[in-house]
């Protein structure tokens, strides 16, 4: 496994993965076997009341270990990688001045990045956003992305062509800094020793969880959250609204889709992201890959995290 560099000091962990492949349990299981507290790295639980949809570990089953960077925002607030790198690598210091190791866990690649690397965050301009945001609005992605190709070859060969969002991101980044978006991306290197571990079932294993966990979320009342949290201001929360599950149910509010329909949508939309999650994370030569699925890989996993840990040397 790779860390940062080695010295005194608790070792932050990190935990990574496409949805439904068990980074929760794992967290769990090296916090409590090593002596950590969990910070999160998932958009989506950074908000209040966003529970069943993201899959929230409910406080009774989190073994009494402390977890940090969820519940923190509003459904009408907007979540920032800025923002959330600031209290993130917070909580990450805060940790450690306790003598104990941050497990950093979550699918959000960029979220992950910004805690664990070093990464500059870019500024941003709500007119100059809204202005490539109308041009994709009215000439289509396709012209937004063609923009952006010709800007920065680099960033459009990292960026899906339809991906909107980033794409406005990056020529909103582009405009204001006069440099190519692709220079402010992650670079792979640690900001504190960290190891990172990443699980990746089968993908049929994957889909079937992936399929369990949309009809399981329908059963355990999502629609029900959904509609207290339309009248906390769901629908005018930007980035909470579009949240996988969450839009789907707003589409049943509405009456636009069935319960049926909105399962399959869900667990649809989830696949592909768990496609870009395996995407994003699969090229990172640093993390650790290991099975969930196979006997005995998950003991391996927390031997090898438990061995880096003491090749890091005392906590301080």
Known sequence: MSTGEQGPGPLVIGVVGPTA??????????????????????????????????AKLPVAERRGIPHHQLDVLEVTEEASVAAYQRHARADIAAVRGRGSHPV?????GLYVRAALDRLEIPPTDPVVRARWEEVARTDGTEAVYAALAARDPRAAALIEPNNRRRIVRALEVIELTGREFSAAMPQREYVLPTVVVGLLPPRAELDARID????????????????ALVARGLRQ??????????????????????????????????RRFARR?????????RIHWADPTRPGELDEVVATVARSVRENGPRG
């Open 21 to 54: 492949s068990g980074k929760s349990e794992l967290a769990l299981r090296l916090a409590e076997e090593l002596g950590g507290e969990v910070v999160g790295a998932d958009a989506s639980q950074l908000y209040r009341g966003m529970d069943i949809g993201t």
């Open 104 to 108: 950093l866990v979550g699918g959000s």
């Open 212 to 227: 369990a966990r949309a009809r399981h979320m329908w059963e355990a009342g999502l629609l029900t959250e959904v509609e």
């Open 237 to 270: 929360g930007r980035t909470a609204s579009r949240a996988l599950g969450y839009a789907q149910a707003l589409a049943r509010i509405d009456g636009l889709l069935t319960d049926a329909e909105a399962i399959t949508e869900t667990a649809a939309a989830t």
């Open 277 to 285: 999650q395996e995407s994003w994370f699969r090229p990172d030569p």
